[in-house]
């Protein structure tokens, strides 16, 4: 089996089991700007595991597209990546702990056919507030797990971030029948007999910024299965870079080196995945968040080609190679494929004229520390790297490894925060501004694009979600998530439920509320970190209510007549329409 064959069988699964197959969310979050990729499958899917209705049932099953990036200078061992794929099935108020547990083991057990004694299981282990989860261990019990392989872990709790829905969860571990490294070893320890597989969340809980916890509408189930983990694991192979996956492109380096480094083959075959994918959900390089993200992997992929003493010219064939062996489970990739290669080798280019002065730099100051027996590079140095040469701290990281040395990454930290706040400030100033100088029509257009946001969602799907906005006095336009071009059924659709609206005169009204309340009440909320724990909400009737500073008409009826003016592609997944109002 392999990991496409693994994905459908799951899928396949779960459908049987009364599951709606939905696609996965893009990379970067449509709503969440809190976080800068999916980190988890839960994310996209907050405001149903809140009760938002979610239109196609309450018992859903998905292939989640995640970037993790907390352990990036890890990847080049033998297991961190940061791009995976989660698989998930959903519970919206549907089922609970007994059938998701008895589906897990069947679907492991039987499906993929893995034998009862190569699996152990860890549940909640209780603390002050909530209690020991015995209800999950006697369903493992009942299903076959026998009571010394069921193990009460206090950490078995789940939440994405620091507020949200949460609840305990239940893991399960697959015995990679290595030896105990002690006789204590269990699915606790990470000696790496016990692989953690599957992850059933047991969502019943909200966590609010003041720490209290209070239980939500309804009882969710989140579980997520670790695609290349699982699909390595069933193919016995030690590390996912010896599965299908990974295979051809480390092959491929493994023949243009010069210099021999595994380790250096798996980063560069790793960041080079992982930064096509988030090209391809229409991420792009930049000093700032999410662009700086894709910035770091991409450099430090380069940095570590160089290292290999692979020709750079060697990249563009490599994305080629890359993009045809992951085709088939990603088809985005190969229809976006001139676009990746051109981000990409645009980024190499830019990185290639710094990186051999910003070495030549880094050895000036390794020999200066040599002297004076010194083994710690400042932060002040890793900045001056940074900033001059683009030198992300990763590859700054690496190369003083490689020297025996190591970096000061807090002060590195201390010092790059004071840049962005700088930078951030010039933004904020620009910002204000432009409110400032909201005229009349500018306010009507702002009101009109939370129609145009609310009647797309009934047009077109609850998948649509604002990707961007831009207002002038003489238009207003809006990107959104959305795949295909609109017909102009749904664009007269739309403009004939927005001028209904506007005819029915509407109030606007204006509400200041807390941060969780408003999204627990499933407000639309594009930019949440730019307001405070009280957030400024406008209401339109029950047509929409979003998170928004203003400011507003009072009522829809002054907005006049409004008209499409064009709708297009913005990048990929998201469209973008020009409207006016006449
Ligand atoms: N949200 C849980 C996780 O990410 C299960 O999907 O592990």
Known sequence: MNALELRNKYLNFFERHGHKVIPSAPLIPENDPSVLFNTAGMQPLVPY??????????????????????????VGD???????????????????????????????????????????VTCFGGNETIGKDEESASYWEKAGIPKERIYFLK?????????????????????????KCSPECNPDCDCGKYVEIWNNVFMEFFKHEDGSITPLSQKNVDTGLGLERVNMLLQGKETPYDTEIFIDVMKKLEELEKQDDIYSRRVVAEHLRSSMMIICDGGRPSNLDRGYVLRRLIRRMIRHMNKLQIDLNELSNLIDLDIDVLKEMYPDLAKNREQIKQVLLEEKDKFVKTLAH????????????????KDKIEGKVVFRLYDTYGFPPEVTGDLAKENNMTIDMEG?????????????????????????STGEMETKYHTATHLLNAALKQVLGSHVHQRGSNITSERLRFDFSHDAKMTDEEKKATEDLINKWIEEAIPVEHFEMKKDEAISQGAEAMFIEKYGDIVSVYKIGDVSLELCGGPHVSNTSE????????????????????????
């Open 49 to 74: 595991l809140l009760g938002q209705k979610h239109p196609e049932g309450t018992r859903l099953t998905d292939y989640q597209k995640c970037v993790r990036t907390v352990d990036i200078d890890e």
């Open 78 to 120: 033998n297991r961190h990546l940061t791009y995976f794929e989660m698989l998930g099935n959903w519970s919206l108020g549907d089922y609970f702990k007994e059938e998701s547990i008895t589906m897990s083991f069947e679907f492991l057990t039987k499906e993929l056919e893995i034998p009862v004694d190569k699996l152990s």
């Open 155 to 179: 950490d078995n709790w789940w939440i994405a971030g620091e507020t949200g829905p949460c609840g305990s969860d239940t893991e399960i571990f697959y015995d990679t029948g290595k030896p």
């Open 358 to 373: 910003g070495e030549r730099e880094f050895e000036k100051e390794v020999n200066k520390l040599k002297t004076q027996g």
């Open 412 to 436: 590195f930290k201390a010092l790059f925060k004071e840049h962005q706040e700088k930078s951030r400030a010039g933004s904020e100033q620009k910002f204000k501004g432009g409110l400032a």
């Open 559 to 582: 907005l006049g007549h409004f008209k499409i003016k064009k709708e297009e592609s913005s990048s990929s997944g998201v469209r973008r329409i020009k409207a006016i109002l006449e």
